[in-house]
T-cell receptor
Framework: AQRVTQPEKLLSVFKGAPVELKCNYS??????LFWYVQYSRQRLQLLLR??SRESIKGFTADLNKGETSFHLKKPFAQEEDSAMYYC????????????FGKGTLLTVNP | ETGVTQSPTHLIKTRGQQVTLRCSSQ?????VSWYQQALGQGPQFIFQ???????GRGNFPPRFSGLQFPNYSSELNVNALELDDSALYLC????????????FGQGTRLTVV
């Protein structure tokens, strides 16, 4: 069975501080990991995926297969980063479902 | 290019009733997935439709069923509603069943009383 764990329900930082949102996963195959973000009153949207190895809005995430982690990082948080962040894992094969964690609410204080 | 739209945005139903939720996929997308998001939880996969066929199902009972139409829009039907069915129902569309870039609708908030 696949599972995604986001250990922090809430995370509060000050503007300009580094931020790290933790994500651990459990999956028997080769995982494909994503971070989705939901800003206030907006729909859920893709932030980044590990296969792209991109930096989006200053955020990066590295897949660590040894630690089964996919933590989201940003060196200098901005107020506009305040949002709900979900880590998700996609299973390949017959059922391309996304399994989401419970989410972390990030608040960036001025 | 239009995004994913869901209707209605809010709905109140009584326990035991049936409900139909609708989703119009993004232009050019042929795959629709449905998710249930209970309060304080992440979205949970219900099922996926690809080219009008069910292409995968999560751990939901048979009273959750769906359809996809030739224009790739989709419906989620829930029979014999229970109080625990109260949740935000999300639809996501993508091109191809691999779902690597799913675009979500704004959701339908269902309340069962």
């Amino acid at each position: 069975a696949q599972r995604v764990t986001q250990p922090e329900k809430l995370l509060s930082v000050f503007k300009g501080a580094p931020v790290e949102l933790k994500c651990n996963y459990s999956y028997s195959g080769s995982p494909e990991l994503f971070w989705y973000v939901q800003y206030s009153r907006q729909r859920l949207q893709l932030l980044l995926r590990h296969i792209s190895r991109e930096s989006i809005k200053g955020f990066t995430a590295d897949l660590n297969k040894g630690e089964t982690s996919f933590h989201l990082k940003k060196p200098f948080a901005q107020e506009e980063d305040s949002a709900m962040y979900y880590c998700a894992l996609m299973s390949r094969g017959n059922n391309y479902k996304l399994t989401f964690g419970k989410g972390t609410l990030l608040t960036v204080n001025p | 290019e239009t995004g994913v739209t869901q209707s209605p945005t809010h709905l109140i139903k009584t326990r035991g009733q049936q409900v139909t939720l609708r989703c119009s996929s993004q232009s050019g997308h042929n795959t629709v997935s449905w998710y249930q998001q209970a309060l304080g939880q992440g979205p949970q996969f219900i099922f996926q439709y690809y080219r009008e066929e069910e292409n995968g199902r999560g751990n939901f009972p048979p009273r959750f069923s769906g359809l996809q139409f030739p224009n790739y829009s989709s419906e989620l039907n829930v029979n014999a509603l229970e109080l625990d069915d109260s949740a935000l129902y999300l639809c996501a569309s993508s091109f191809g069943s691999s779902n690597t870039e799913a675009f979500f609708g704004q959701g339908t908030r269902l309340t069962v009383v």
